[in-house]
């Protein structure tokens, strides 16, 4: 955890609740950006991000500040979204690299705007996005948390509340299919192996 995420955490503890607002502004983007590609929704994302902070502030007592405040937070709006999930049956709908609601997806492809590479660019985070849309969620969800977010087996194996060997083997699965649809999608420069730097490269160009 930051010093200034403690010293935030501290400040409305101590009744100056107006510090949690900062905690907000410095998260909501990167919340609401993680949760939009796991669900597929953007309104879904925004429900379990606004549960989260909300569940986040009362709870605040209770972040023993063992891990960072983000994988926290995270966590509770990931089982807030889970639990709508559930009650909702919700059919999800595919991510739209182009959408930008919150500051999520800041994509241009207008060619008059821009010089031919940034439209090639753009055509190929559309395609990852794609990809991940098409990758099932038990592969999708832990593949996403790893490669866009760095978090840790561990982390990522406490937030879904899955064993850690599973977690490896389904980060592993995803990583593998999703190298299959990337080939299939960029059949002009096919991707040969499976290797972390290689999907992280490719994912993090829709960062």
């Known amino acids: 955890m930051t010093n200034n995420d403690q010293y935030l955490i501290q400040e409305c503890l101590a009744g100056r609740t107006e510090a949690f607002d900062q905690l907000v502004l410095k998260y909501q983007d990167r919340l609401f950006r993680t949760l939009v590609r796991i669900l597929g929704s953007s309104d879904d994302a925004r429900d379990a991000a606004q549960e989260g902070f909300t569940q986040a502030f009362f709870k605040l007592n209770t972040f023993k500040g063992t891990a960072a405040f983000y994988s926290w937070l995270f ?20 991510i739209d690299p182009q959408e930008n609601p919150a500051g999520t997806w800041l994509v241009d492809t207008h ?8 439209a090639e660019l753009a055509e190929r985070k559309k395609l990852v996005h794609q990809a991940l849309n098409e ?22 194996a406490e937030i879904t509340e899955i064993p850690l060997g599973t977690v490896r083997s389904r980060i592993f699965r995803g990583r593998n299919e999703l190298k299959q649809k990337l080939n299939t999608l960029f059949q002009d420069e096919p991707l040969t192996r499976v290797s972390e730097s290689d999907h992280e490269s490719s994912i993090s160009e829709t960062k």
């Open 111 to 118: 060619s008059e705007n821009h010089p031919p590479e940034v």
């Open 75 to 94: 966590r509770i709006s990931f089982n807030a979204a889970i639990t709508q999930k559930r009650k909702t049956k919700r059919t999800s709908a595919t």
């Open 135 to 156: 990758l099932q969620e038990e592969y999708r969800t832990p593949l996403i948390l790893r490669e866009l977010e760095g978090m840790s087996y561990g982390e990522i």
